[in-house]
């Protein structure tokens, strides 16, 4: 069964103090990763996806990393703004998405 | 370009009454998926449907069904409902299936008594 696991379950961090989400994942047929921020009352805001080991996307402050068991998001520099769940999803077929419980980041300044 | 809609942004309902939830996907997106968000199970899929048939299905039981529309809005529809089915209803919609962006909806928040 497709499982998705993201640690830590919450990271406090004071602004500009850089650091990494994890995600790690067991599926058979990875068709992509997908990372989500989620703001409170809000639904999932589109972050990255990413298809292969060795594969890197960024945005702003954000970067993204896939190996073959796991993902990454780093985040460098962080402001209070940066504070969300993070959410990390794999997808096997169709648009059905499996997520993990996610990550609260809570950035203070 | 306007985003994903979702209808009625909150709703109260009690045990064994039925519901629906209306969905309006981004123009020139075939492709609605829905999912539940709850805190104790987290975001779970419900289904997908693209050019208005179900490609994909989660685990929910028959009471959770849903439709699409030739214009690719969607319905989702739970009958006979029970105090766990109180969560958030997200909808996301893409370009098509295997899409490399979904985007979401800000969800319908379901609360039944």
């Known amino acids: 069964e497709d499982q998705v696991t993201q640690s830590p379950e919450a990271l406090r961090l004071q602004e500009g103090e850089s650091s990494s989400l994890n995600c790690s994942y067991t599926v058979s047929g990875l068709r992509g990763l997908f990372w989500y921020r989620q703001d409170p009352g809000k639904g999932p805001e589109f972050l990255f996806t990413?298809?292969?080991a060795g594969e890197e996307k960024e945005k702003e402050r954000l970067k993204a990393t896939l190996t073959k068991k796991e993902s990454f998001l780093h985040i460098t520099a962080p402001k209070p703004e940066d504070s969300a769940t993070y959410l990390c999803a794999v997808r096997r077929e169709g648009n059905k998405l499996v997520f993990g419980a996610g990550t609260i980041l809570r950035v203070k300044s | 370009k306007a985003g994903v809609t979702q209808t009625p942004r909150y709703l109260i309902k009690t045990r064994g009454q039925q519901v629906t939830l209306s969905c309006s996907p981004i123009?020139?997106?075939?492709?609605v998926s829905w999912y539940q968000q709850t805190p104790g199970q987290g975001l779970q899929f419900l289904f997908e449907?693209?050019?208005?048939?179900?490609?994909n299905k989660g685990n929910f039981p028959g009471r959770f069904s849903g439709r699409q529309f030739s214009n690719s809005r969607s319905e989702m529809n739970v009958s006979t409902l029970e105090l766990g089915d109180s969560a958030l209803y997200l909808c996301?919609?893409?370009?098509?299936?295997?899409?490399?962006?979904?985007?979401f909806g800000p969800g319908t928040r379901l609360t039944v008594l």
């Open positions: 449907y693209f050019s208005e048939t179900q490609r």
């Open positions: 123009s020139g997106h075939r492709s």
């Open positions: 996301a919609s893409s370009l098509g299936t295997f899409s490399n962006e979904q985007f």
């Open positions: 990413l298809y292969s």
